[in-house]
């Protein structure tokens, strides 16, 4: 099969990484994988044998996702939007896909409703129409009115076979953050969690005993990374690991090594072999995004989230409930957030009982190529 992925990213890179995830579990079964990304540029993730095109970006300031900004942080007007529908629906039409698959869209993104209706339009127009799924996470941003909702069941009823749940519905049915009618729900396909294998351990022991702190890839993390430093200055005898992303990560990291004195702090860019760090991390401390959660889960870090809750954000905060039972696993919410509380929550979990590797419902990539196969063949 042919199989295109559509995703904007706009904070972070959570939903590309998510979406090359499941572009690598198509290339896995023999598919031909075309990724169509929105967002900033994100060199350090895998895309090795798909083809991956990059629209004209945008980004976010991190608290008004409507307010779209190009690379250069200028508001995007309505030819820069245009540009990209255009390249998009292009993309559509030249490949030509077996399925086409929109990450986010209809639940999220409604501020990109032109270019992603645009293409589901360019779609259905072609000589065969391809199989049309959505991909979300376990967590939506609950609708701010049923207007919206509704509007989001029309659009899938309209142009959708089925909606990929990348989650584990006996853990975290789609219930919890969306109002699921008995409309929508026939749609629903619960994927499990998906997540890349879980990681080895360094060959090098990189990050061995230390405390590893990562805040996604903008702006927004800074204040993580500066209760980081203050908290270190607490913990004398543990190294802390900041690794800071973005565009602008230098000049961050500048600004931030200003405040390090003789703390036992590393300053430095997000590194691709993360993920092998965390198994030999005295602890991490992060957001509580998506993939960050599996990662902790399957590492069996312990671990302080600090979920992201500007502009009314909800998503990670639900999250965080949801693992705040565990041992070895502290939510520390962004209004409480100094270098005394995070040192504190460090010490705690490093303390706590040491929580077994989670290993079961984390291929959910592999379980959607299945259920995308078998829609493909009954349509």
């Known amino acids: 099969m042919k199989v295109m992925i559509v995703v904007t990213h706009l904070l972070g890179t959570g939903h590309l990484s998510r979406a090359l995830t499941l572009g690598r579990a198509f290339l896995r079964a023999g598919h031909e994988t075309f990724v169509v990304s929105g967002g900033m540029p994100a060199p350090q993730l895998d895309s090795a044998g798909m083809t991956l095109l990059g629209l004209p970006p945008l980004r976010s300031d991190g608290t008004d996702f409507t307010r779209l900004l190009t690379q250069t942080g200028d508001v995007a007007d309505m030819a820069y939007l245009k540009a990209r529908a255009t390249a998009l629906v292009e993309a559509v039409q030249s ?218 954000e909800v998503e990670q905060s639900l999250r965080g409930q949801s693992l705040s039972d565990l041992s070895a696993i502290a939510v520390l919410p962004s209004r409480e957030l100094n270098g005394e509380a995070l040192a504190w929550a460090v010490a705690e979990v490093i303390s706590d009982p040491k929580r077994p590797v989670s290993t079961e419902g984390f291929d959910g990539a592999a379980r959607s190529v299945e259920i995308a196969t078998q829609l493909r063949e009954q349509a």
Not at 223 to 237: G, L, S, T, V
Not at 259 to 266: C, E, M
Not at 272 to 278: E, G, K, V
Request: with cysteine.
């Open 95 to 312: 490949f030509a896909p077996d399925v086409l698959i929109t990450e986010l869209f209809p639940f999220g993104r409604r501020s990109l409703r032109d270019e992603f209706t645009a293409a589901l339009d360019a779609a259905h127009g072609l000589r065969r129409r391809p199989l049309v799924l959505g991909s979300i996470r376990d967590i939506l941003a609950p609708p701010s009115k049923p207007s919206k909702a509704e509007r989001t069941e029309e659009i899938v009823s309209r142009y959708y076979d089925g909606i990929l749940v990348h989650s584990d519905e006996t853990v975290v049915p789609l219930d919890i953050s969306w109002p699921v009618t008995d409309g929508l729900r026939p749609y629903l396909h619960y994927t499990g969690f998906v997540a890349p294998p879980a990681p080895m351990a360094h060959p090098d022991a990189v990050g061995d005993g230390e405390v590893l702190v990562s805040a996604g890839g903008g702006s927004v993390g800074q204040p993580i990374f500066r209760a980081a430093i203050e908290a270190a200055q607490k913990m004398p005898n543990r190294r802390w690991r900041l690794l800071v992303g973005g565009q602008d990560a230098r000049a961050r990291i500048d600004q931030l090594q200003q405040q390090v004195g003789d703390a036992p702090v590393t300053l430095e860019s997000v590194r691709p072999d993360f993920r092998q760090m965390l198994p030999l991390a005295a602890a991490s401390v992060s957001m509580c995004g998506y993939n960050t959660a599996l990662d902790i889960l399957q590492c069996g870090t312990p671990a302080v989230f600090i979920p992201f809750d500007d502009g009314k």
